[in-house]
């Protein structure tokens, strides 16, 4: 039996609910996670990248593949190509007028994305949250968000291990009268907060809930507001990360910070 992959799961989930905003956000947000293997006329030269492009019906296409076997299924060949992760392609074609042909004709997730849906995600994956300062009267327990808004977090976190102490999601007062909901982390790490606030603002967004509907904290071990969000809010896990060297990839797109130059 042939493996069935996140993006044939997730694409599934879509195709059974056309009318569901929420399987199709879950669509997304595996693509932007995924790597993929990006079909090329020549081997990238530095991080500068030739795309095969095909025009269709419906417009101008590059084509990427979640499995390298399905690249060569597709071809019957060896062909050139570029690994890179869906974040960073999207970014790479975002205003170029180019859509992305996942996995066609080799897969169950086969489906051309045209060119307006890939901004949109480069758009969104691009959000970031804005930076505040409130004076916080207190917390509580959460309610409205539920299960689905902390399943999205703690799969947006999961990498995340090691960049904060703990994470708690509660509700939250402010001085100022105004209240809300908020991801607290304790013990963040120098230089990750950026990062953190980031990751939640995607895992709010692909879980349907609209950006701004959860407010990012940071606080001390030691400071008494913290004491008070471990003891009101819902603990989000972080897994610890386990102590591996990490392999250096010289593939075009390895950093979705930095996506490849399309040539």
């Known amino acids: 039996m042939r493996e069935t992959t996140p993006l044939d799961a997730a694409h599934a989930a879509m195709q059974a609910a056309p009318e569901d905003a929420a399987p199709r956000l879950r669509f997304f947000e595996t693509l932007a996670d995924a790597e993929l293997f990006l079909m090329l006329t020549q081997?990238?030269?530095?991080?500068t990248l030739s795309p095969e492009t095909f025009e269709v019906e419906e417009g101008r296409f590059v084509l990427a593949f979640d499995r390298e076997d399905r690249l060569a299924a597709f071809t019957g060949r060896v062909t050139a190509h570029?690994?890179?992760s869906g974040r960073a392609l999207a970014a790479m074609l975002a205003g170029q007028g180019i859509g992305l042909g996942l996995n066609l004709d080799v897969?169950?997730?086969?489906?051309?994305?045209?060119?307006?849906a890939l901004s949109w995600l480069c758009d969104t994956l691009g959000h970031v949250p804005a930076e505040i300062e409130a004076r916080i009267a207190g917390f509580a327990p959460p309610e409205g968000p539920g299960g689905a808004l902390v399943a999205a977090l703690e799969a947006r976190l999961a990498g995340a291990g090691?960049?904060?102490g703990s994470a708690w999601l509660a509700r939250v007062r402010y001085h100022d009268g105004g209240s809300g909901h908020m991801l607290g982390f304790v013990d963040a790490r120098p230089g990750a907060r950026a990062a953190l606030a980031k990751a939640v603002g995607e895992a709010v967004i692909f879980s349907g809930l609209g950006s701004g509907a959860l407010d990012v904290g940071f606080f001390a071990a030691a400071d008494p507001l913290a004491q008070d969000l471990e003891s009101?809010?819902?603990?989000?896990?972080?897994?610890?990360?386990?102590?591996?060297?990490?392999?250096?990839?010289?593939?075009p797109g390895s950093d979705p910070d930095k996506p490849p130059i399309l040539r």
Do not use: F, K, Y
């Not at 081997?43 to 991080?47: L, P, R, V």
């Not at 610890?240 to 990839?249: G, K």
């Open 107 to 116: 897969a169950p997730s086969s489906i051309l994305i045209p060119a307006d």
């Open 43 to 47: 081997e990238a030269q530095g991080e």
């Open 162 to 164: 090691g960049l904060a």
């Open 82 to 84: 570029a690994l890179l």
């Open 232 to 251: 009101a809010g819902h603990s989000i896990a972080l897994p610890r990360p386990e102590p591996r060297q990490r392999p250096v990839r010289a593939a």
